[in-house]
């Protein structure tokens, strides 16, 4: 019974042996990483406050009659007079009126300081490809691998003779 066992644990080992010479197939990775981003960006723009005066004079009407010049110039007057408005914007403002004793029109405008502001956002994206491939095993001719089997025959034959001899 012992001698059996042991004629089965020398012909697992030869087997395990035999086998254990074969090459595994080697496989290459390549590993690529790609990355797309942009920045986050703030552009300020910053006006300063801005007063600004307009003044228009109102020549005086000249015709060849005193009287009707007169007349003329006291209804421009008071049709000036009425001529007045001004609006308003948050701090901004802007308006005209008539100025009766220089006799002009008066623009104005009064600009706060502003502050415009333009924003872009950050979007980052990220690739991994990894490629893995495998690298075939070269080609052993038939002749050569009949070879290797006659080889391994032989091997095992010695081994079953040496175990033979001391066994007796």
């Given at each position: ?12 080992f030869?087997?395990l ?9 080697t ?11 942009k920045?986050d ?6 006006t300063?406050?801005?007063?600004d005066?307009?003044y228009?004079?109102?020549p005086?009407?000249?015709?060849t ?16 007079a009425?001529?007045?408005?001004h609006?308003?914007s948050?701090n901004?403002?802007?308006?005209l009126?008539?100025n009766?004793?220089?006799q002009?029109?008066v623009?104005?405008q009064q ?9 872009s ?18 080609y ?7 070879l ?18 001391f066994?007796?």
């Amino acid at each position: 019974m012992s001698t059996r066992f042991f004629h089965i644990v020398i012909f697992l080992f030869s087997s395990l042996w035999l086998v254990g010479c074969k090459t595994q197939p080697t496989t290459n990775s390549n590993t690529s990483q790609l990355v797309l981003s942009k920045t986050d960006t703030l552009y300020l723009e910053r006006t300063l406050p801005i007063h600004d005066t307009l003044y228009l004079p109102v020549p005086s009407l000249r015709t060849t009659n005193p009287n009707c010049d007169s007349l003329c110039q006291q209804a421009l007057s008071n049709a000036l007079a009425h001529l007045a408005t001004h609006k308003t914007s948050g701090n901004n403002s802007y308006g005209l009126y008539y100025n009766k004793y220089r006799q002009q029109l008066v623009l104005y405008q009064q600009l706060q300081e502003q502050i415009n502001s333009h924003q872009s956002s950050t979007s980052s994206q990220q690739h991994t490809i990894i490629q893995k491939e495998q690298i075939p095993t070269p080609y052993i001719p038939l002749p050569i691998k009949i070879l290797a089997y006659i080889g391994a025959a032989a091997l095992a034959y010695c081994i079953i003779r040496i175990y033979i001899a001391f066994r007796k």
